[in-house]
């Protein structure tokens, strides 16, 4: 399957809902249970036990942005190398499900990113069919 390249996109060039759900290859590596804490815990790359965190973390994650004017959900693309990329604003999802998520964290923000809830993450399964 050629699926287009989405290093590198801008705000206005990043996937949305509809985008993700034509993505298999992106679908079958979201992963609901990874939180910017566990994106953000120190590895070292030599360590088996933390290539190992790494591998577990590889794949996509949704968050919370909180440095831009409006909170937003977003999607996060962590790389094997520990490197990441946002590539997706899901736009669709109810503002008020954003706010709760801010105003009662499922868990204390890291450098302006939320983790996402239980409500967004059984929204993000129905919508996404996953």
């Known amino acids: 399957m050629n699926t287009p390249e989405i290093d590198d996109k801008s705000i206005f060039e990043m996937l949305g809902l509809e985008d993700i759900i034509k993505r298999p290859d992106i679908l079958g590596k979201i992963k609901l ?23 577990d973390i590889t794949g996509y994650m949704f968050y919370i942005e909180t440095e831009s004017e409006t909170p937003s959900l977003m999607l996060l693309k962590i ?28 868990l204390p923000p890291t450098c302006g990113m939320y983790a996402i809830t239980g409500e967004i993450r059984d929204w993000l399964k129905e919508k996404l069919g996953i």
Do not use: C, H
Not at 33 to 55: A, C, S
Not at 84 to 100: L, Y
């Open 79 to 106: 790389g094997r190398s520990d490197i990441t990329n946002t590539v997706g604003k899901i736009s669709e999802i109810p503002a008020d499900m954003v706010k709760r998520a801010i105003d009662s964290p499922a």
């Open 33 to 55: 249970e990874v939180t910017p804490q566990k994106m953000m815990e120190p590895r070292f790359q030599t360590r088996p036990e933390d290539i190992e965190k790494l591998k």
